[in-house]
């Protein structure tokens, strides 16, 4: 019983994932169509090839795709910075300045 209620779950899941990509790539095939030909000269495509425009974008475009979580990657970045900030710091010249006094007799 809980195995075919997991088979379940597992096929709505690949439907709702395949019924996902078919939405995106008619609202990509619409958009296309209606503005790729007339501002580049750029030939109209079908639904299948929008799909795989859209799967291709997603695969490029999106952070980590395959990798988890954006958090972690945001984290990493995070810690990245806040260590380059304090080595910036730390250098002389570099402190933060609340306040800049600039000498009115010298021009810049």
Same mark, same amino acid.
Request: glycine residues 10%; hydrophobic residues 45%; aromatic residues 12%.
């Given at each position: 019983?809980?195995?075919?209620?997991?088979?379940?779950?597992?096929?709505?899941?690949?439907?709702?994932?395949? #019924?996902?990509? &078919? =939405?995106?790539?008619? /609202? @990509?095939?619409?958009?296309?169509?209606?503005?790729?030909?007339?501002?580049? !000269?750029?030939?109209?495509?079908? #639904?299948?090839? &929008? =799909?795989?425009?859209? /799967? @291709?974008?997603?695969?490029?475009?999106?952070?980590?795709?395959?990798?988890? !979580?954006?958090?972690?990657?945001?984290?990493?970045?995070?810690?990245?910075?806040?260590?380059?900030?304090?080595?910036?710091?730390?250098?002389?010249?570099?402190?933060?300045?609340?306040?800049?006094?600039?000498?009115?007799?010298?021009?810049?």
């Amino acid at each position: 019983m809980k195995a075919l209620k997991i088979t379940g779950m597992v096929i709505g899941g690949i439907g709702f994932f395949a #019924l996902i990509v &078919a =939405a995106m790539a008619w /609202i @990509l095939t619409l958009l296309w169509n209606w503005l790729m030909p007339m501002l580049f !000269s750029l030939p109209e495509i079908s #639904l299948w090839q &929008a =799909a795989g425009i859209f /799967i @291709l974008s997603k695969i490029l475009f999106t952070p980590g795709f395959g990798k988890g !979580s954006d958090h972690k990657q945001s984290t990493k970045s995070r810690k990245w910075g806040e260590n380059f900030r304090k080595k910036m710091e730390d250098r002389k010249g570099f402190s933060h300045c609340t306040e800049v006094k600039v000498d009115p007799g010298t021009t810049e």
